[in-house]
Protein backbone atom coordinates (compact mmCIF):
# COMPACT_ATOMS: atom_id res chain seq x y z
CA UNK A 1 0.00 0.00 0.00
CA UNK A 2 1.62 3.51 -1.43
CA UNK A 3 1.50 5.97 1.10
CA UNK A 4 -0.54 9.80 0.18
CA UNK A 5 1.41 12.77 -0.01
CA UNK A 6 0.60 14.16 2.60
CA UNK A 7 1.06 10.69 4.87
CA UNK A 8 4.55 10.90 3.72
CA UNK A 9 4.92 14.73 4.65
CA UNK A 10 3.95 13.41 8.12
CA UNK A 11 6.12 10.53 8.37
CA UNK A 12 8.90 12.62 7.56
CA UNK A 13 8.19 15.71 9.92
CA UNK A 14 8.01 12.52 12.36
CA UNK A 15 11.05 11.06 12.19
CA UNK A 16 13.11 14.25 12.26
CA UNK A 17 11.39 15.61 15.29
CA UNK A 18 12.17 11.86 16.99
CA UNK A 19 15.48 12.06 16.74
CA UNK A 20 15.80 13.33 19.26
CA UNK A 21 13.69 11.59 21.45
CA UNK A 22 9.85 10.71 22.73
CA UNK A 23 9.81 14.95 23.12
CA UNK A 24 6.23 15.85 23.25
CA UNK A 25 6.53 17.42 19.59
CA UNK A 26 7.12 14.04 18.35
CA UNK A 27 4.42 12.49 20.39
CA UNK A 28 1.63 14.56 19.05
CA UNK A 29 3.03 14.30 15.46
CA UNK A 30 3.00 10.85 16.21
CA UNK A 31 -0.89 10.41 17.24
CA UNK A 32 -1.39 12.58 14.53
CA UNK A 33 0.26 10.38 12.10
CA UNK A 34 -1.61 7.18 13.14
CA UNK A 35 -4.93 8.31 13.89
CA UNK A 36 -5.52 10.21 10.76
CA UNK A 37 -4.24 7.42 8.74
CA UNK A 38 -6.62 5.08 10.81
CA UNK A 39 -9.56 7.03 10.19
CA UNK A 40 -9.06 7.36 6.47
CA UNK A 41 -7.58 3.50 5.80
CA UNK A 42 -8.49 1.57 9.03
CA UNK A 43 -9.55 -2.08 8.82
CA UNK A 44 -13.21 -3.22 8.87
CA UNK A 45 -12.40 -6.34 11.11
CA UNK A 46 -15.27 -8.61 12.53
CA UNK A 47 -13.63 -8.41 15.82
CA UNK A 48 -13.55 -4.57 15.72
CA UNK A 49 -17.47 -4.08 15.26
CA UNK A 50 -17.98 -5.58 19.33
CA UNK A 51 -16.99 -5.19 22.57
CA UNK A 52 -18.50 -8.77 23.53
CA UNK A 53 -15.77 -9.56 26.37
CA UNK A 54 -15.86 -13.60 25.13
CA UNK A 55 -16.01 -12.52 21.45
CA UNK A 56 -12.49 -10.30 21.55
CA UNK A 57 -10.74 -12.91 23.70
CA UNK A 58 -11.49 -15.37 21.15
CA UNK A 59 -10.58 -13.27 18.12
CA UNK A 60 -7.13 -12.58 20.29
CA UNK A 61 -6.33 -16.00 20.75
CA UNK A 62 -6.61 -16.84 17.22
CA UNK A 63 -4.64 -13.78 16.57
CA UNK A 64 -1.76 -15.01 18.34
CA UNK A 65 0.51 -15.75 15.43
CA UNK A 66 -1.83 -16.51 12.79
CA UNK A 67 -2.28 -13.10 9.89
CA UNK A 68 -5.82 -11.75 9.80
CA UNK A 69 -6.73 -12.59 6.45
CA UNK A 70 -6.73 -16.29 7.89
CA UNK A 71 -8.66 -15.57 10.98
CA UNK A 72 -11.37 -13.90 9.43
CA UNK A 73 -13.67 -16.43 8.54
CA UNK A 74 -12.56 -19.18 11.08
CA UNK A 75 -13.24 -16.21 13.55
CA UNK A 76 -16.73 -16.52 12.46
CA UNK A 77 -17.27 -19.66 12.03
CA UNK A 78 -15.54 -20.39 15.31
CA UNK A 79 -18.60 -18.10 17.20
CA UNK A 80 -21.43 -19.25 15.04
CA UNK A 81 -20.57 -22.92 16.79
CA UNK A 82 -19.90 -21.95 20.22
CA UNK A 83 -21.66 -18.46 20.51
CA UNK A 84 -20.76 -18.74 24.03
CA UNK A 85 -18.39 -19.31 26.50
CA UNK A 86 -20.78 -21.75 28.25
CA UNK A 87 -20.76 -23.48 25.05
CA UNK A 88 -17.50 -23.47 24.25
CA UNK A 89 -16.57 -24.87 28.01
CA UNK A 90 -19.06 -27.75 27.51
CA UNK A 91 -18.25 -29.04 23.95
CA UNK A 92 -16.16 -31.86 23.44
CA UNK A 93 -12.42 -31.26 22.71
CA UNK A 94 -12.88 -33.25 18.59
CA UNK A 95 -15.58 -30.51 18.00
CA UNK A 96 -13.17 -27.29 19.02
CA UNK A 97 -10.09 -28.78 17.03
CA UNK A 98 -12.57 -29.18 14.12
CA UNK A 99 -13.60 -25.82 14.03
CA UNK A 100 -10.49 -24.69 15.32
CA UNK A 101 -8.88 -26.84 11.82
CA UNK A 102 -6.80 -24.16 9.37
CA UNK A 103 -5.73 -22.03 11.89
CA UNK A 104 -2.18 -23.76 12.85
CA UNK A 105 -1.02 -23.74 16.89
CA UNK A 106 -4.13 -26.08 18.30
CA UNK A 107 -2.76 -26.37 21.82
CA UNK A 108 -4.42 -22.72 21.40
CA UNK A 109 -7.70 -24.34 21.10
CA UNK A 110 -7.67 -26.69 23.89
CA UNK A 111 -5.95 -22.87 26.29
CA UNK A 112 -8.98 -21.33 24.55
CA UNK A 113 -11.55 -24.14 25.68
CA UNK A 114 -9.69 -24.59 29.31
CA UNK A 115 -9.85 -20.55 29.59
CA UNK A 116 -13.70 -20.82 28.80
CA UNK A 117 -14.18 -23.41 31.57
CA UNK A 118 -11.97 -21.06 34.21
CA UNK A 119 -14.27 -17.89 33.83
CA UNK A 120 -17.50 -20.17 33.78
CA UNK A 121 -16.70 -21.70 36.70
CA UNK A 122 -14.87 -19.37 38.73
CA UNK A 123 -15.97 -16.18 37.31
CA UNK A 124 -19.63 -16.86 37.08
CA UNK A 125 -19.31 -17.03 32.95
CA UNK A 126 -17.76 -13.09 32.95
CA UNK A 127 -14.21 -12.32 31.77
CA UNK A 128 -12.75 -10.31 34.97
CA UNK A 129 -11.66 -6.97 34.18
CA UNK A 130 -8.16 -7.16 35.49
CA UNK A 131 -5.12 -7.99 32.83
CA UNK A 132 -3.54 -9.65 35.88
CA UNK A 133 -6.09 -11.97 36.45
CA UNK A 134 -6.54 -12.68 32.42
CA UNK A 135 -2.86 -13.26 32.32
CA UNK A 136 -3.01 -16.03 34.34
CA UNK A 137 -5.36 -17.89 32.18
CA UNK A 138 -4.24 -20.81 29.81
CA UNK A 139 -2.38 -19.03 26.65
CA UNK A 140 -3.51 -15.67 27.38
CA UNK A 141 -0.55 -13.79 29.08
CA UNK A 142 0.75 -10.26 29.54
CA UNK A 143 -0.25 -9.02 25.99
CA UNK A 144 -3.22 -10.95 25.20
CA UNK A 145 -4.58 -10.18 28.62
CA UNK A 146 -3.77 -6.64 28.12
CA UNK A 147 -5.82 -6.19 24.45
CA UNK A 148 -8.68 -8.12 25.80
CA UNK A 149 -8.83 -5.25 28.47
CA UNK A 150 -8.62 -2.64 25.73
CA UNK A 151 -10.81 -4.02 23.02
CA UNK A 152 -13.59 -5.13 25.28
CA UNK A 153 -13.38 -2.86 28.53
CA UNK A 154 -11.43 0.46 27.02
CA UNK A 155 -9.02 0.42 29.62
CA UNK A 156 -5.99 2.52 29.20
CA UNK A 157 -3.21 -0.85 29.40
CA UNK A 158 -0.23 -0.43 28.21
CA UNK A 159 1.55 -3.92 26.59
CA UNK A 160 3.80 -4.45 23.78
CA UNK A 161 3.43 -6.93 20.89
CA UNK A 162 5.23 -7.60 17.38
CA UNK A 163 3.39 -4.67 15.52
CA UNK A 164 3.45 -2.20 18.28
CA UNK A 165 6.77 -2.77 18.73
CA UNK A 166 8.15 -2.45 14.95
CA UNK A 167 5.97 1.02 14.82
CA UNK A 168 7.61 2.56 17.91
CA UNK A 169 11.12 1.02 16.85
CA UNK A 170 10.92 2.28 13.29
CA UNK A 171 9.99 6.22 14.26
CA UNK A 172 11.60 6.55 18.52
CA UNK A 173 14.57 4.14 17.95
CA UNK A 174 15.88 5.31 15.18
CA UNK A 175 19.28 3.79 13.96
CA UNK A 176 19.40 1.67 17.73
CA UNK A 177 20.28 -1.90 17.56
CA UNK A 178 19.67 -4.53 20.34
CA UNK A 179 16.10 -2.59 21.80
CA UNK A 180 14.97 -3.71 24.62
CA UNK A 181 11.25 -3.90 25.34
CA UNK A 182 11.78 -2.28 28.77
CA UNK A 183 12.99 0.58 26.81
CA UNK A 184 9.85 1.05 24.34
CA UNK A 185 7.30 0.30 26.86
CA UNK A 186 7.29 4.19 28.27
CA UNK A 187 7.39 5.54 24.80
CA UNK A 188 4.01 3.40 24.27
CA UNK A 189 2.35 4.84 27.50
CA UNK A 190 3.76 8.31 26.50
CA UNK A 191 1.87 7.57 23.37
CA UNK A 192 -1.66 6.45 24.60
CA UNK A 193 -5.06 7.72 24.08
CA UNK A 194 -6.08 7.15 27.14
CA UNK A 195 -9.85 8.35 26.79
CA UNK A 196 -9.96 5.98 23.80
CA UNK A 197 -7.03 3.34 23.89
CA UNK A 198 -9.05 0.35 22.06
CA UNK A 199 -9.68 2.82 18.93
CA UNK A 200 -5.83 4.00 19.61
CA UNK A 201 -4.12 0.44 19.64
CA UNK A 202 -6.89 -0.74 16.61
CA UNK A 203 -4.84 2.34 14.54
CA UNK A 204 -1.33 1.35 16.06
CA UNK A 205 -1.93 -2.14 14.57
CA UNK A 206 -2.94 -1.07 11.39
CA UNK A 207 -0.60 1.55 11.10
CA UNK A 208 2.15 -1.50 12.09
CA UNK A 209 1.19 -3.78 9.38
CA UNK A 210 1.28 -0.89 6.73
CA UNK A 211 5.18 -0.38 7.99
CA UNK A 212 5.46 -4.71 7.79
CA UNK A 213 4.75 -3.79 3.37
CA UNK A 214 6.80 -0.92 3.15
CA UNK A 215 9.86 -1.55 5.02
CA UNK A 216 12.65 -4.32 5.97
CA UNK A 217 11.39 -5.14 9.24
CA UNK A 218 12.37 -3.02 12.10
CA UNK A 219 11.87 -5.91 14.56
CA UNK A 220 14.68 -7.27 13.64
CA UNK A 221 16.85 -4.55 15.93
CA UNK A 222 14.89 -5.73 18.80
CA UNK A 223 16.67 -7.39 21.67
CA UNK A 224 13.98 -10.06 21.47
CA UNK A 225 13.48 -10.78 18.02
CA UNK A 226 14.24 -14.37 16.72
CA UNK A 227 13.01 -15.90 13.70
CA UNK A 228 9.89 -18.37 13.31
CA UNK A 229 11.34 -21.99 12.61
CA UNK A 230 9.80 -23.34 9.36
CA UNK A 231 6.50 -25.29 9.12
CA UNK A 232 7.12 -27.40 6.60
CA UNK A 233 8.65 -30.73 8.18
CA UNK A 234 8.57 -29.51 11.54
CA UNK A 235 6.93 -31.00 14.67
CA UNK A 236 3.95 -28.68 14.77
CA UNK A 237 3.66 -29.97 10.97
CA UNK A 238 2.85 -33.59 12.18
CA UNK A 239 1.02 -32.46 15.24
CA UNK A 240 -1.51 -30.69 13.10
CA UNK A 241 -1.49 -34.14 10.95
CA UNK A 242 -2.26 -35.96 13.58
CA UNK A 243 -5.07 -34.27 15.41
CA UNK A 244 -6.39 -33.90 11.53
CA UNK A 245 -6.55 -37.89 11.62
CA UNK A 246 -7.91 -38.78 15.20
CA UNK A 247 -10.97 -36.03 13.81
CA UNK A 248 -11.63 -37.83 10.69
CA UNK A 249 -11.41 -41.20 11.68
CA UNK A 250 -11.98 -40.86 15.76
CA UNK A 251 -9.81 -43.56 16.50
CA UNK A 252 -6.43 -45.29 15.10
CA UNK A 253 -3.76 -47.91 16.10
CA UNK A 254 -0.34 -46.59 16.52
CA UNK A 255 1.18 -48.51 13.41
CA UNK A 256 -1.49 -47.18 10.99
CA UNK A 257 -1.03 -43.77 12.61
CA UNK A 258 2.69 -43.93 11.32
CA UNK A 259 2.28 -45.41 8.05
CA UNK A 260 0.13 -42.88 7.45
CA UNK A 261 2.49 -39.89 8.37
CA UNK A 262 5.14 -41.68 6.35
CA UNK A 263 7.73 -40.03 8.84
CA UNK A 264 10.49 -41.44 11.15
CA UNK A 265 8.67 -43.66 14.27
CA UNK A 266 10.73 -42.51 17.07
CA UNK A 267 9.39 -38.78 16.15
CA UNK A 268 5.90 -39.59 16.11
CA UNK A 269 6.22 -41.43 19.42
CA UNK A 270 7.64 -38.01 20.43
CA UNK A 271 5.16 -36.23 19.10
CA UNK A 272 2.19 -38.61 20.64
CA UNK A 273 3.74 -38.59 24.07
CA UNK A 274 3.70 -34.86 24.12
CA UNK A 275 0.05 -34.62 22.35
CA UNK A 276 -0.84 -37.11 25.47
CA UNK A 277 0.78 -35.19 27.73
CA UNK A 278 -0.91 -31.81 26.47
CA UNK A 279 -4.30 -33.34 27.20
CA UNK A 280 -4.67 -33.71 23.01
CA UNK A 281 -5.15 -37.29 22.61
CA UNK A 282 -5.92 -40.17 25.01
CA UNK A 283 -4.80 -43.70 24.40
CA UNK A 284 -6.48 -46.90 25.29
CA UNK A 285 -5.86 -50.54 24.51
CA UNK A 286 -3.26 -48.96 21.62
CA UNK A 287 -5.90 -46.89 20.44
CA UNK A 288 -5.63 -43.34 20.02
CA UNK A 289 -8.32 -40.56 20.05
CA UNK A 290 -8.93 -37.08 20.81
CA UNK A 291 -9.34 -37.17 24.32
CA UNK A 292 -12.71 -36.51 25.37
Given at each position: ?187 IEAALDRENPGVW???LMDYGTLLKLRLK ?9 TRQAPFAGSDREI ?54
Amino acid sequence: MNCTPDQNQREEALLKAAKTGPTQEAITLFQDLVLSYYHEHGRDLPWRDTTNPYQILVSEIMLQQTQVERVIPKYKAFLATFETIDQLAAAPLSEVLTAWSGLGYNRRAINLQRTAGIIRNEHNGYLPKNPDTLATFPGIGKATAAAICAYAFNMPVVYIETNIRRIFIHFFFQDQVNIPDTDILPVIEAALDRENPGVWYSALMDYGTLLKLRLKNPNQRSRHYTRQAPFAGSDREIRGKILRLLIERTKMERRSLIRSLDTDEARVEKVLHDLRREGFVQEDAGLYSIKK
